[in-house]
């Protein structure tokens, strides 16, 4: 479905994304793991269009989309959400959803918002309802026109463990039920654990372990990472 090979994206001197290659599996759940400052959210922007690689190529389908806008991506089926917040606070949720889905041409966002349990918001503003029902609001924006591959960027930050692993299971569910692929950049290594298929590990911009969770949570370079001993 998406085929990273050799990624690399530098800010200035920093090598952000570091020769990143990896494959991402038709209908998947893909965790995106790593410590702070690990270039996840980097590579993420390589994907959906944000930003371009210094080197190294994006597939999509087989297709080369590297050099592809964001927007030419969005129609052939990509769509994110972001690590923080890009509702727009003065429109209701109700406004918002019509607003993507006209953008995009979906007749119907209802199950969306069934399926992200967005009801009791609809009639509301952002800044009416509570954070984890925002970071609801942000997925359900990504998913409006049944995009195929959708990248989400820590969508459980600032929620308690319920709430994450909660959020993680409408996940899993909308997966399942929409035969959609997802790219999952998440902290709460629980939830990781709980959905994700495969996992791909960065440490300095590098893949340091790519395989099933029950393998990755096991490497000793990704326990090392993750308790901050990993050397650069
Ligand atoms: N706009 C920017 N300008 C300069 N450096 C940046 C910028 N954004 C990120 N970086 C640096 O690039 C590296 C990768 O950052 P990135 O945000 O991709 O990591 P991350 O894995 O998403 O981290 P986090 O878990 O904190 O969200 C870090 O060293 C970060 O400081
Ligand atoms: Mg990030």
Redesign the pocket.
């Known amino acids: 479905m998406l085929q990273l090979d050799d990624l690399s994206f530098a800010?200035?001197s920093?090598?952000?994304?570091n020769q990143v290659t990896l494959e991402v599996a038709e209908g998947s759940i893909h965790g995106l793991i790593?410590?702070?400052?690990?270039?996840?959210?980097?590579?993420?922007?390589l994907v959906s269009g944000r930003r371009r690689p210094t080197s190294g190529t994006v597939r999509y389908r087989g297709r080369h989309i590297t050099d592809l806008s964001a927007s030419r991506r969005r129609h052939l089926g990509i769509a994110r959400s972001f690590?923080r917040i890009s509702v727009y606070p003065t429109l209701t949720v109700a406004d918002q959803l019509d607003l993507a889905a006209r953008l995009v041409g979906e007749q119907d966002v209802d199950a969306i918002v069934a399926a992200l349990d967005l009801g009791q918001c609809l009639s509301v503003t952002p800044a009416e309802i509570g954070y984890g029902e925002q970071r609801r609001v942000d997925i359900a924006l990504a998913l409006v026109g049944a995009p195929d591959l959708v990248l989400l960027?820590?969508p459980a930050a600032g929620l308690s463990r319920e709430e994450s692993i909660a959020l993680a299971d409408h996940l899993a569910a909308l997966v399942r039920d929409r035969g959609m692929t997802v790219v999952l950049?998440e902290?709460h290594l629980e939830v990781v654990y709980r959905v994700c298929d495969r996992l791909t590990v960065?440490d300095?911009?590098a893949v340091i372990a790519d395989g099933v969770p029950q393998e990755v949570r096991r490497d000793p370079q990704v326990v090392a990472a993750y308790l901050g001993r990993s050397a650069a």
């Open positions: 800010y200035g920093v090598k952000a994304v790593g410590p702070n400052g690990a270039g996840k959210s980097t590579c993420i922007d690590q960027d820590e950049v902290h960065l300095h911009g």
